[in-house]
């Protein structure tokens, strides 16, 4: 099949995906939103900017801009970046031509989804059309503005099919204008865990250490999450927090001295993908202290570390996490929450051990990598002959 991925390609997620398929032996494309270099060989790639990512410069990541700067950066793009999504689509429509891929897969709705949306507009013969939910597209980007709100709807009336990492997305999907008729598929958004890289220790961590992977992201309450952590300190003293992506973040180094927890907190770089295994293998708990999200690759690839899981209360994340029974839920705008929560997990080591291994059943029945990307490959054929 001759796939033309519409991504961010920086992204892990997007590059696990794109190498199954080229490794499938399908013949890929990849229009990258963002400025980037691939090691993957024989794939053509066209940077094709949009919400001005081109004020982006070339990297292998997304970048780790400061907490104010993301939210901030984050609205300006709901409000404008829509404006350049016409001229955008013209380069997409006409890469589109030459390659005449069978299926196109924009994975996201913002903005690679409205952006192909608006190539396909009209295009004839056109390739079937795909397109892949993140966490936020719906709860926090669609109803910003009234642009989001109109190319949300365009490209849920456009596609041919939807794939989302939670139940609850294909229900927003439906009501954003997702016909009844459109087929879906529910599976993790990067594909799944990989056994060979995350898996449970032999012994489950007996030290107080708590993991906070999140990194910095506008919808992540890490402003809350800090303030908890004296209020753990104070009946736990002995417990360490890791927070991954957040080295020389100079939000996070101001809340670390403004609450006097140097001793307590190390703020870590970001690992690549297949060292965060050993990572999670150190830690006891996990925290996610999200307001908007899907399913987060972070938060179960912990669990199928062993983490306990503690996190913010979604209704996407109580598709997951069973309170009190596979791990805890918790107010994330609240930092005694966040804090009761994680000094529960700390307290119930019987707790801690019965989740372990919910979890591991539970990821291994519904989230294993190769089983999930044979889904993905029967639904693009679904796609392809709708």
Known sequence: MRLLFVTDARSPISRNWMRYFIERGDEVF???TFETDLDFPNV???FTPVAFSAAKKRTSAPSSASSRTLSLRTKIRQWFGPVTIPASARKLRAFIQEVQPDLVHAMRIPYEGMLT?????????RPSFLVSVWGNDFTLHAPSTPLMKYY???VMQSVDGLHSDVERDVRLAREW???EEKPTLVAPGNGGIRGDVFYPPKELVKSPVVINPRGVRPYVRNDSFFKAIPLVLAKYPEAKFLCTGMQNEPQAMNWVKEFGIEHAVELLPSFPHEKMGDVFRGAQIVVSPSVHDGTPNTLIEAMACG?????GDLESIREWITHGRNGLLFDANDPRSIADAILLGLEREDLRTEAAGLNTNMISARAEFGANMKKVEEFYSVIRNS
């Open 30 to 32: 990849i229009a990258s």
């Open 44 to 46: 053509r790639m066209e």
């Open 117 to 125: 949306a608006s190539a396909l507009q009209d295009l004839v013969p």
């Open 152 to 154: 949300t709807r365009k």
């Open 177 to 179: 204008g997702l016909g």
């Open 307 to 311: 983490c306990f899981p503690v996190a």
